[in-house]
């Protein structure tokens, strides 16, 4: 089947620690996202990426890097520099030609404790 | 800068009738819109697409449209159903950054 997976469903991190969060899709698109969101709000974009070996800050980028190493994968890794860390992490692909839909995972629960 | 605004009040409504949500946007001139739905503790699944030039979409209950004068969109589901409340958000997407814009959403409750 093919879909967007990311992993662990819920997370824990103590302060000051640094985290990573996993994304991989089958679905062979070109574009992948991270999207955070908060209770009651809607999602704002950290990163995203268009194409292998390429990113671009999205608007709540601080305190968080990514990498696309390969087409199926984007890792977002949430730093200790981030203040407020505690969400729920989307990702996110498209085939990144605009005008299609985009396809999310399930989501990561990040919660520092 | 961009704002997108969608109802935060949850709407009620009752089983068969038709629930419309809204969506306006300012400080932006997107190229499309889309609707998704979202449950809770998942992440959002696309309903519908429609395009800067085109007034209105529909996909069996669903119906979209969209109007780049008043920049607003509306969603409406038809003959409503308990199995159809979540929380609906609309996106933004241009040609530009190539990256969806969303608003915060609007929980739909469909009472039996």
């Known amino acids: 089947d093919g879909g967007i997976t990311q992993s662990p469903k819920y997370l824990f991190r103590k302060e000051g620690q640094n985290v990573t969060l996993s994304c991989e899709q089958n679905?062979?698109?070109?574009?992948m996202y991270w999207y955070r969101q908060d209770p009651g709000q809607g999602l704002r974009l950290i990163y995203y990426s268009q194409i292998v070996n390429d990113f671009q800050k999205g608007d709540i980028a601080e305190g968080y890097s990514v990498s696309r190493e390969k087409k199926e994968s984007f890792p977002l890794t949430v730093t200790s520099a981030q203040k407020n860390p505690t969400a729920f992490y989307l990702c996110?692909?498209?085939?990144?030609?605009?005008?299609?839909?985009?396809?999310f995972g399930q989501g990561t629960r990040l919660t520092v404790v | 800068s961009q704002k997108i605004e969608q109802n935060s009040e949850a709407l009620n409504i009752q089983e068969g009738k038709t629930a419309t949500l809204t969506c306006n946007y300012t400080?932006?001139?997107?190229?499309?819109l889309q609707w998704y739905r979202q449950d809770p503790g998942r992440g959002p699944v696309f309903l519908l697409l429609i395009r800067e030039n085109e007034k209105e979409k529909r996909k069996e209950r669903l119906k979209v449209t969209f109007d780049t004068t008043l920049k607003q969109s509306l969603f409406h589901i038809t003959a409503s159903q308990p199995a159809d409340s979540a929380t609906y958000l609309c996106a933004l997407g241009d040609t530009g950054r190539r990256a969806l814009t969303f608003g915060s959403g609007t929980r739909l409750q469909v009472q039996p």
């Open positions: 996110a692909s498209s085939t990144g030609q605009g005008n299609t839909e985009a396809f």
């Open positions: 679905l062979n698109h070109d574009a």
């Open positions: 400080n932006y001139s997107p190229a499309y």
